[in-house]
């Protein structure tokens, strides 16, 4: 069965970032994926630190990722770039993680930019040799179009169709990949 891991890059506790990432993961299992959601808002990941091997649940997390097909990796943004809860989990990953990984990208932001963040986000998976879907969502106004809480949703279609899309394009080319 193909694996679909989800990496929220957020520590809101109503966290938009999260809720369209679960709207996305709904699609994949939809789709016939098996799903599990990384929520580095909820783990004990210190800084990285390139001298020591293991820190906090830097294995385990490494190790959900190795074992996904494909990630759909979501973050707010913030200055333009995504956070900086993303950037530190994305310093433990490498080329392991990530080779042959279909990687879905998706950025909330509460104002109206997010094309810095998608290509920072872009360009960051390409250097551990990550496959990049085509199909990306960013989501402006974030706090308007997503609905958080227990039963998280989009409520702009346009915007929940996007998200539901690129949870079924992560499956798809994660599958691809792994033939």
Same mark, same amino acid.
């Given at each position: 069965?193909?694996?679909?891991?989800?990496?929220?890059?957020?520590?809101?506790?109503? /966290?938009?970032?999260?809720?369209?990432? +679960? &709207?996305? !993961?709904? =699609?994949? *299992?939809?789709? @016939?994926?098996?799903?599990?959601?990384?929520?580095?808002?909820?783990?004990?990941?210190?800084?990285?630190?390139?001298?020591?091997?293991?820190?906090?649940?830097?294995?385990?997390?490494?190790?959900?990722?190795?074992?996904?097909?494909?990630?759909?990796?979501?973050?707010?943004?913030?200055?333009?770039?995504?956070?900086?809860?993303?950037?530190?989990?994305?310093?433990?990953?490498? /080329?392991?993680?990530?080779?042959?990984? +279909? &990687?879905? !990208?998706? =950025?909330? *932001?509460?104002? @109206?930019?997010?094309?810095?963040?998608?290509?920072?986000?872009?360009?960051?998976?390409?250097?551990?040799?990550?496959?990049?879907?085509?199909?990306?969502?960013?989501?402006?106004?974030?706090?308007?179009?997503?609905?958080?809480?227990?039963?998280?949703?989009?409520?702009?279609?346009?915007?929940?169709?996007?998200?539901?899309?690129?949870?079924?394009?992560?499956?798809?080319?994660?599958?691809?990949?792994?033939?």
């Amino acid at each position: 069965m193909t694996r679909i891991a989800a990496i929220s890059g957020s520590r809101r506790e109503a /966290s938009t970032t999260r809720a369209a990432l +679960a &709207v996305a !993961l709904d =699609a994949a *299992a939809d789709a @016939g994926a098996e799903t599990d959601l990384i929520d580095l808002g909820a783990v004990d990941l210190p800084l990285y630190h390139p001298d020591e091997d293991v820190q906090g649940d830097s294995e385990a997390l490494k190790r959900r990722v190795r074992e996904a097909d494909g990630v759909l990796a979501g973050t707010p943004v913030y200055r333009g770039s995504f956070s900086s809860t993303f950037k530190n989990f994305h310093d433990f990953c490498g /080329s392991e993680e990530y080779e042959r990984t +279909a &990687v879905g !990208l998706l =950025a909330t *932001a509460g104002g @109206g930019s997010y094309g810095g963040t998608l290509e920072h986000l872009r360009s960051t998976f390409r250097n551990v040799h990550a496959w990049t879907v085509p199909h990306e969502v960013g989501i402006e106004g974030a706090s308007r179009r997503v609905e958080t809480g227990e039963n998280p949703r989009i409520v702009d279609a346009d915007v929940r169709q996007r998200t539901e899309r690129l949870g079924r394009v992560v499956v798809e080319h994660a599958e691809r990949l792994r033939r």
